[in-house]
């Protein structure tokens, strides 16, 4: 069972009020996702002391406040550049409510705007984790996120296409168009070295997860043509 602080507890529950039960309920970005991944940081934490040995509690702080506010600019009113500043100033007042430092209020500003932007080569430790935890929600959980994401934009399960291994997968979840799209995106994370997870421990540790979705993609294709679908 997740056990967060007292802190932590308070702003998950506020967050979930204000903004995934109002914007983000069933797209695969709601409470609980975040709470896989506050659970998740919390399974790999003391492997990745080992990976990273300059990893301190502080760092630890920090990164769980990321991880509540990641997908902030999903929300309506907090949607695109142009409102950062209306997104700074609601996760500053709502983490300064709780008693953090200003340092850590900064550190976890930063951190969240900047993993808004593409991947770089050079980035921040907790950055690069912040990324990499947000992309070990998958296997079975993942599904159910996807089919969430399908019913909110109104799309299907698959296009005759998207078993067509010779077309790209797509770049950039806004152009989805279907859950086996969707899939197949994901599975970049893993494949393509240019999204992939970049911690070896939090990769090995969902290893199974991404497996299971390649297994399922094969499965789907295979009944899809059995009943000449595609």
Known sequence: ????????????????????????????????????????RRVVWDELHIEYPLLSPTDAEVLDLALLFHDLNRSRDMRGRHVREARELFMGTTIRREGFSEQTIIAVIDIV????????DEEPILLTLLRDLDKSDMGAFGILRMQGVAD???YGYFQPHDFDQTVP???GDENLGS?????????????????AIRSSV?????????AFMRTFLAQLEYEARELNLI
Request: hydrophobic fraction near 40%; proline fraction near 1%; charge should be negative.
């Open 1 to 40: 069972m997740l056990v967060l602080s007292s802190q932590l507890a308070r702003i998950l529950a506020y967050l979930e009020e204000s903004i995934y039960r109002k914007d983000l309920v069933g797209s695969g970005h709601d409470h609980t996702h975040i709470q896989r991944l506050l659970a998740m």
């Open 113 to 120: 705007e900047m993993s808004h932007e593409k991947d770089h």
């Open 152 to 154: 909110e934009r109104g």
């Open 169 to 171: 997968a797509t770049e």
């Open 179 to 195: 859950v086996v799209d969707d899939l197949r995106f994901c599975l970049e994370w893993w494949d393509n070295p240019k999204f």
């Open 202 to 210: 939090i990769r090995n540790k969902v290893a199974h997860r991404f």
